[in-house]
């Protein structure tokens, strides 16, 4: 062994042996001697199962700790279970992967479904250490409004007071979401400047205090739950594996500027977009991104260079890209005319596909992105496609009984095509009434139709085989001549609506 790796992990053992020594983690180690006696006492605890090589689990580490600190002067406590030392506890609890946590009440688990970074899991905890609805008076009514990044607080004259119901039956649906209080404090409204009956929203970002608008008393739980959603995604915001969902399950559209964080003129681009994102709330979601750390991410929403700052609109529910031209300057102006160019159904989205091959030498044929309709939107076929992307263990397993699938029929081509996308590289033209989401994903297109079957079956060849024979249109029966005598074709309507 090498001087200076003697050396270094000489050092390691001895910072560790002092930071026991002195305490200085907040985690409990928990082990099959003390599991029982430290977690069933606690109405609430957060245990992590990890194993020591875990790359997820070490990056969790730093977080971990540093949430520890800061839920330990909140009475909840954090523990973690080491799986390669206690292989059989972490099997009693059902682990599978690593870090897997688990909120336990009183010893009973649930999964912990919140963020991996400190502030995400002390919010969180906190949440799941309230009631869905906490009472606030005066005395604690300044520390309440800022105890969340979201915190939505009813000011009523009574416990009973309309919409007390219906705020109390929202706060038990997003509880996991945000934090909710009432408060029938006289004094505490009045310090709050609010007149009853009121609910406001309290936030940490953008406008940090906003009232309901609308009627109070017929205030219903989805009007309620809407009002708040609406509120919770900032005007614009850095966006990471972190908060993604948010956006994700939004529905809305998602405006990316894509940035390299060490630019000193990063803030004044942000500021630029900001006036055309608040413009566009409601509607479309603006965030900014590290173009560093999410290159590959820039490429697969149509970013060819790596030329930043860059700008591009997602449809996330359709998958489909518009990227603003890399020769244009990400400037207030080009980017306020993409984004009205967009709204008013005037852009084309940006395809991705690979070149088309000069030769289709293979039994199975090789689909990409431009030809996608004329191939698989032939009517006169049957089509059966194998999305897949070259990184899928299990497409690579798959090939060999596509390709023999693809050899079973090659004598049919012209009327039954046995086909393969690179998902990842080529995209789905707009008509197609699907997107890909996992690997390897295999379609049916009947001939002279629209709709796409799934294969869910096991695949063999035999499996695929019986599913081609079962949902084929055409004769597979090589000596009986085509007949093109099927439905009138469909017309593929060329204008799409966008949102």
């Given at each position: 062994?090498?001087?200076?790796?003697?050396?270094?992990?000489?050092?390691?053992?001895?910072?560790?042996?002092?930071?026991?020594?002195?305490?200085a983690s907040?985690?409990?180690d928990?082990?099959?001697?003390?599991?029982?006696?430290?977690?069933?006492?606690e109405?609430?605890i957060?245990?992590?199962?990890?194993?020591?090589?875990c790359?997820?689990?070490?990056?969790?580490?730093?977080?971990y700790?540093?949430?520890?600190?800061a839920?330990k002067?909140?009475?909840i406590?954090?523990?973690?279970?080491?799986c390669?030392?206690?292989?059989?506890?972490?099997?009693?609890?059902?682990?599978?992967?690593?870090?897997t946590?688990?909120?336990f009440?009183?010893?009973?688990?649930?999964?912990?479904?919140?963020?991996?970074?400190?502030?995400?899991i002390i919010?969180y905890?906190v949440?799941q250490?309230?009631?869905?609805?906490?009472?606030?008076?005066a005395?604690?009514?300044e520390?309440f409004?800022?105890?969340d990044?979201?915190v939505?607080l009813?000011?009523?004259?009574s416990?009973?007071?309309?919409?007390?119901?219906?705020f109390s039956?929202t706060?038990e649906k997003h509880?996991?979401?945000?934090?909710?209080?009432?408060?029938t404090?006289?004094?505490?409204?009045?310090a709050a400047?609010?007149v009853?009956?009121?609910?406001?929203?309290?936030?940490?970002?953008?406008?940090?205090?906003t009232?309901y608008?609308?009627?109070?008393?017929s205030?219903?739980v989805?009007?309620?739950?809407?009002?708040?959603?609406e509120?919770s995604?900032p005007?614009?915001?850095?966006?990471?594996?972190?908060?993604?969902?948010?956006?994700?399950q939004?529905?809305?559209?998602?405006?990316?500027?894509?940035?390299?964080?060490?630019?000193?003129?990063?803030?004044?681009?942000i500021?630029?977009v900001?006036?055309?994102?608040?413009?566009?709330?409601?509607?479309?979601n603006?965030?900014?991104?590290?173009?560093?750390?999410?290159?590959?991410?820039?490429?697969?929403?149509?970013l060819?260079e790596?030329?930043?700052?860059?700008?591009v609109?997602?449809d996330?529910g359709k998958?489909?890209?518009?990227?603003?031209?890399q020769?244009?300057?990400?400037t207030?102006?080009?980017?306020?005319?993409?984004?009205?160019?967009f709204n008013?159904?005037k852009l084309?989205p940006?395809?991705?596909s690979?070149?088309i091959?000069?030769t289709q030498?293979e039994?199975v044929?090789?689909?990409?992105?431009?030809?996608?309709?004329?191939v698989v939107l032939?009517?006169s076929?049957?089509?059966f496609?194998?999305f897949?992307?070259?990184?899928?263990g299990?497409?690579?397993?798959l090939?060999?009984?596509?390709?023999?699938?693809?050899?079973?029929?090659?004598?049919?081509?012209?009327?039954?095509?046995?086909a393969?996308?690179e998902a990842?590289?080529?995209d789905?033209?707009?008509?197609?009434?699907?997107?890909?989401?996992g690997?390897p994903?295999?379609?049916?297109k009947?001939?002279?139709a629209?709709?796409f079957?799934?294969y869910?079956?096991?695949?063999?060849l035999e499996s695929?085989?019986?599913?081609?024979?079962?949902?084929?249109?055409?004769?597979?029966?090589?000596?009986?001549p085509?007949?093109?005598?099927?439905a009138?074709?469909v017309l593929?309507?060329?204008h799409?609506d966008?949102l």
């Amino acid at each position: 062994m090498r001087l200076s790796s003697i050396l270094s992990s000489a050092s390691s053992l001895f910072l560790a042996s002092l930071a026991l020594a002195e305490g200085a983690s907040d985690v409990i180690d928990l082990n099959p001697s003390n599991f029982k006696s430290v977690v069933e006492p606690e109405p609430i605890i957060l245990v992590e199962f990890f194993a020591p090589w875990c790359g997820h689990c070490k990056a969790l580490a730093p977080h971990y700790e540093e949430a520890a600190t800061a839920l330990k002067e909140k009475s909840i406590k954090i523990a973690k279970v080491n799986c390669v030392d206690e292989a059989d506890l972490c099997q009693e609890h059902g682990v599978q992967g690593y870090p897997t946590l688990k909120v336990f009440r009183n010893g009973t688990p649930t999964d912990y479904t919140g963020p991996r970074k400190a502030d995400g899991i002390i919010s969180y905890m906190v949440k799941q250490s309230l009631p869905a609805v906490s009472d606030v008076k005066a005395t604690n009514l300044e520390e309440f409004q800022k105890a969340d990044k979201i915190v939505a607080l009813a000011y009523l004259s009574s416990p009973t007071e309309a919409p007390s119901a219906q705020f109390s039956a929202t706060a038990e649906k997003h509880r996991d979401d945000y934090l909710f209080g009432l408060s029938t404090d006289a004094e505490a409204a009045k310090a709050a400047g609010v007149v009853p009956p009121a609910i406001v929203l309290y936030r940490s970002f953008d406008e940090p205090q906003t009232t309901y608008p609308y009627p109070i008393a017929s205030a219903t739980v989805e009007e309620l739950e809407g009002w708040i959603k609406e509120l919770s995604v900032p005007t614009i915001d850095e966006v990471n594996a972190e908060n993604y969902m948010v956006y994700a399950q939004s529905g809305k559209p998602l405006a990316y500027v894509f940035l390299d964080p060490t630019e000193s003129h990063k803030d004044e681009i942000i500021a630029a977009v900001r006036p055309i994102a608040e413009a566009n709330r409601g509607h479309l979601n603006f965030v900014w991104i590290d173009a560093i750390k999410f290159g590959d991410h820039a490429k697969a929403l149509n970013l060819a260079e790596a030329k930043w700052p860059g700008f591009v609109i997602q449809d996330l529910g359709k998958q489909l890209k518009y990227p603003l031209d890399q020769s244009k300057e990400v400037t207030a102006e080009n980017v306020k005319e993409w984004v009205d160019l967009f709204n008013a159904g005037k852009l084309e989205p940006q395809l991705k596909s690979q070149p088309i091959p000069e030769t289709q030498s293979e039994a199975v044929y090789n689909l990409v992105g431009k030809e996608f309709e004329k191939v698989v939107l032939d009517d006169s076929k049957d089509v059966f496609v194998e999305f897949y992307a070259s990184w899928c263990g299990h497409c690579k397993r798959l090939k060999p009984t596509w390709d023999s699938l693809g050899e079973k029929y090659e004598g049919l081509k012209d009327r039954l095509v046995i086909a393969k996308m690179e998902a990842t590289e080529n995209d789905l033209p707009p008509s197609v009434p699907f997107r890909v989401s996992g690997f390897p994903t295999l379609k049916f297109k009947p001939a002279g139709a629209r709709d796409f079957l799934d294969y869910d079956g096991d695949r063999s060849l035999e499996s695929l085989i019986a599913f081609v024979e079962e949902n084929a249109k055409n004769s597979l029966d090589a000596s009986i001549p085509l007949q093109n005598e099927s439905a009138p074709p469909v017309l593929v309507d060329q204008h799409h609506d966008e949102l």
